[in-house]
């Protein structure tokens, strides 16, 4: 039987793929892995409680596009960390935004543009579902460098006015990932004026959104209600980094009336709906912001931790927002996979190159000199592995 052509030019994934690096090489002592971005904070205290009360509901099918109760909480939610009203009715939960990061490409990308196949705009480097959701709906992946030289922000505004007519989709993440970097509120106005004037929409990825350094990113949805452009814009977002309940597969998606009614309907056919104690706990963990204080807070001592031991290297930038550090790797040493290896023999950190979570283009990979480092351990081990990074990389050589 023939294998579909449009997945056969994935690259292998990025953990599977590092894995192969270092296969049989024997890290040094006390390995210490910086390679995924999975909180290791503590879960909100209420999160047992809730479950326990409702455990029964596991035996009850869940509303797919979430409970009143929890709708109700993330627009409550929204309201207040964004200052602007998105009634529940343009909400819908999600089994974590991966899934909906995906099947909104499916339900709202379509089959030809200004009368031809049509492209999403991915940043590069990028969280590669995108680029799965563009293979899936058979669009063109147009992969914009998001480098030093733009502020680690893709320029889409740069492309050939030819091109953004074809555009369906362009996905956006603010903080990025992997390089931290917020789009400011002007970044925003240019890009969803863009948007509206060569009729495409945006998904705004925000998932890392409150965990930031010195003031909250502006959202993307807040920035196109005020210019009155709603409908440009579905913004995702979720517990994962948020709360520290990455294994609760919780999130949601909202934006204009239709765009939403469509990604709902699609996933009552298609999606997995959150079980209803996973609801609750989810309700309860939008209302309350003083575990998210207490986490950022957490974060903001590693931001410290790292500029103290790393301010000094070449080429350091400190993180705007996320839990990621993005290293360029000494040209002597070679590119990201090279440093990888070297670190994990020689000083048993276990990082992910760079080039893992980017595409090469005419324009090379952007992601080929660079290593990312995941700040979730505590602030104590994070500062022993940081040294240890240090030492191999950029003093010992």
């Known amino acids: 039987m023939a294998i579909p052509e449009?997945?056969?030019?994935?690259?292998?994934?990025?953990?599977?793929?590092?894995?192969?690096?270092?296969?049989?090489?024997?890290?040094?002592?006390?390995?210490?892995?910086?390679?995924?971005?999975?909180?290791?904070?503590?879960?909100?205290?209420?999160t047992g409680r809730i479950m326990a009360e409702s455990i029964a509901e596991f035996g009850k099918y869940p509303p797919n596009e979430g409970t009143p109760e929890l709708l109700a909480a993330i627009s409550g939610w929204i309201g207040r960390r964004h200052g602007i009203e998105v009634e529940p009715a343009r909400i819908t939960s999600l089994n974590g935004t991966r899934e909906g990061l995906f099947n909104a490409a499916l339900a709202l990308c379509p089959e030809t543009k200004a009368g031809g196949r049509p492209a999403i705009l991915i940043p590069n480097p990028f969280y590669q579902v995108y680029a799965v959701a563009a293979a899936a709906v058979g669009a063109e992946p147009v992969f914009v460098p998001a480098t030093e030289?733009?502020?680690?922000?893709?320029?889409?505004?740069?492309?050939?006015?030819?091109?953004?007519?074809?555009?369906?989709?362009?996905?956006?993440?603010?903080?990025?990932?992997?390089?931290?970097s917020v789009a400011p509120e002007a970044y925003l106005e240019e890009l969803i004026a863009l948007a509206d004037r060569h009729?495409?929409?945006?998904?705004?990825?925000?998932?890392?959104?409150?965990?930031?350094?010195?003031?909250?990113?502006?959202?993307?949805?807040?920035?196109?209600?005020?210019?009155?452009?709603?409908?440009?814009?579905?913004m995702f977002n979720s517990l994962s980094?948020?709360?520290?309940?990455?294994?609760?597969?919780?999130g949601f998606a909202a934006g204009g009336?239709?765009?939403?009614?469509?990604?709902?309907?699609?996933?009552?056919?298609?999606?997995?709906?959150?079980?209803?104690?996973?609801?609750?706990?989810?309700?309860?963990?939008?209302?309350?912001?003083?575990?998210?204080?207490?986490?950022?807070?957490?974060?903001?001592?590693?931001?410290?931790?790292a500029d103290r031991i790393l301010g000094n290297t070449p080429g350091y930038r400190s993180p705007q927002g996320g839990f990621f550090l993005w290293l360029r790797v000494p040209a002597h040493l070679g590119t990201?996979?090279?440093?990888?290896?070297?670190l994990w023999s020689e000083a048993g950190i276990q990082v992910l190159p760079g080039a893992y979570l980017s595409r090469d283009t005419a324009q090379?990979?952007?992601?080929?000199?660079?290593?990312?480092?995941?700040?979730?351990?505590?602030?104590?081990?994070?500062?022993?592995?940081?040294?240890?990074?240090?030492?191999?990389?950029?003093?010992?050589?």
């Open 6 to 46: 449009r997945f056969s030019n994935l690259p292998e994934y990025a953990f599977p793929r590092l894995r192969t690096l270092l296969a049989g090489i024997s890290p040094a002592a006390d390995p210490v892995v910086m390679t995924i971005g999975e909180p290791r904070h503590a879960v909100p205290e209420f």
């Open 149 to 180: 030289e733009s502020g680690f922000l893709p320029r889409f505004s740069e492309l050939a006015p030819e091109l953004l007519d074809r555009v369906a989709i362009a996905y956006l993440c603010s903080p990025a990932n992997p390089q931290g």
């Open 199 to 234: 009729d495409f929409l945006i998904f705004s990825d925000e998932c890392y959104s409150e965990i930031w350094r010195d003031a909250p990113p502006p959202g993307a949805l807040a920035v196109a209600t005020r210019m009155g452009l709603a409908d440009r814009v579905v």
């Open 241 to 250: 980094k948020r709360s520290n309940l990455p294994g609760l597969r919780s």
């Open 257 to 305: 009336k239709a765009q939403i009614a469509q990604l709902r309907r699609l996933r009552s056919y298609s999606g997995a709906p959150l079980s209803l104690p996973a609801q609750r706990v989810s309700a309860a963990a939008w209302a309350d912001e003083a575990h998210v204080d207490e986490n950022r807070a957490l974060y903001h001592q590693k931001y410290a931790v």
């Open 336 to 342: 990201g996979e090279d440093a990888a290896k070297k």
């Open 364 to 397: 090379g990979n952007p992601g080929r000199d660079y290593i990312r480092v995941a700040l979730v351990d505590p602030a104590g081990p994070t500062e022993a592995a940081l040294i240890r990074l240090k030492n191999c990389l950029y003093e010992g050589g």
